[in-house]
């Protein structure tokens, strides 16, 4: 049987993660709803410029806002795949990493990882990626500029990512970049004002235009993408958390309640071994 102050250690050190597991589960549960607010924003301000851009359009094409470039396309499909910057986010980086491996032909695809953990992930089975972005530490102020020049670079792109379904479930999900755009865009409502070049003169030109609203309409995809990505990662965490607080919870109580018998087995040893001294100096009187 395990001592006392053995027994009292191993209670404070279960407190301890008692504590430890409650705050990270508050702190996951306040950026779930950061991000949540931030997503309905940037979703507002996309549907403003999807109802200009199909209206400029000549054609149902994306193109990446490259028309007026002239540099060649890489003719592969890059791969961007969304992960956790720590190791704190479960098992959902491994089951996505496994998604895009079981899709991967190193013939055909290039890779950018976005996060420590996918990097390390993909290292570790000796996979090789052309980039490696770290993940936003803010959910605000998310730069993706980089890694729009990159997909500019290719003939098309899927982005591998983490999706928040409810915050006890999260999945993972391949959607092709283009598609990611056309699905955002049509979900807003048709504006009422008429745009053309009929009303309005662009400068330098409408095709410039058209382009500029295609990286724009880029950088929120891939910006919510990945708030996505981290939205789910929050979850994931807080169901980890929540799972470790509960379970931490129950080895306390057992815990506590083998001190409070080992504590009251030493009680009654000593009244035994009293009540014995008086007797045995009952007996020799």
């Known amino acids: 049987m395990s001592s006392l102050k053995e027994i009292e250690q191993e209670q404070i050190s279960l407190q301890a993660v008692v504590e430890l597991t409650g705050i990270f589960e508050g702190i ?9 607010n931030q997503v309905l924003q940037a979703t507002e301000f996309f ?8 209206q400029l359009r000549v054609d149902g094409l994306f193109r990446y806002g490259r028309s007026q470039k002239k540099t060649d396309i890489i003719d592969k499909e890059l791969f961007i795949v969304v992960t956790a910057e720590g190791g704190f986010s479960g098992d959902i980086d491994q089951k996505l990493i496994n998604l895009m491996l079981s899709q991967y032909k190193k013939e055909k695809n290039e890779i950018i990882v976005i996060g420590h953990h996918g990097a390390v992930k993909l290292a570790q089975k000796g996979i090789a990626f052309k980039k490696y972005f770290k993940l936003p530490d803010d959910d605000q102020k998310i730069n ?4 729009i020049k990159e997909v500019q670079k290719y003939k098309e ?3 591998f990512y983490q999706q928040y379904v409810s915050l006890m479930f999260q ?3 391949r959607i092709k970049l283009s598609k990611a755009v056309s699905d955002q865009g049509s979900k807003s409502d048709k504006p009422e004002d008429i745009i053309s070049d009929a009303n ?3 400068e330098p030109n409408i095709y410039a235009v058209v382009d500029h609203l295609e990286r724009s309409m880029l950088y ?7 708030l996505d990505s981290k939205l789910a990662q929050y979850a994931s965490r807080f169901r980890a958390m929540s799972a470790s607080h509960q379970m931490s919870e129950e080895s306390l ?3 506590t309640l083998s001190f409070n018998r080992v504590k009251r087995a030493i009680k009654d040893e000593r009244l035994k071994e009293i009540i014995n001294g008086l007797r045995k100096r009952e007996a020799g009187v």
């Open 28 to 36: 996951a549960s306040m950026k779930i709803s950061k991000i949540k």
């Open 47 to 54: 549907e403003d410029l999807w109802g200009i851009y199909t």
């Open 144 to 147: 993706v500029g980089p890694i």
């Open 157 to 159: 792109t899927s982005v």
């Open 171 to 173: 999945d993972v999900k």
């Open 200 to 202: 309005y003169i662009f």
């Open 220 to 226: 929120i995809a891939v910006s919510q993408l990945i």
């Open 253 to 255: 109580g057992e815990v």
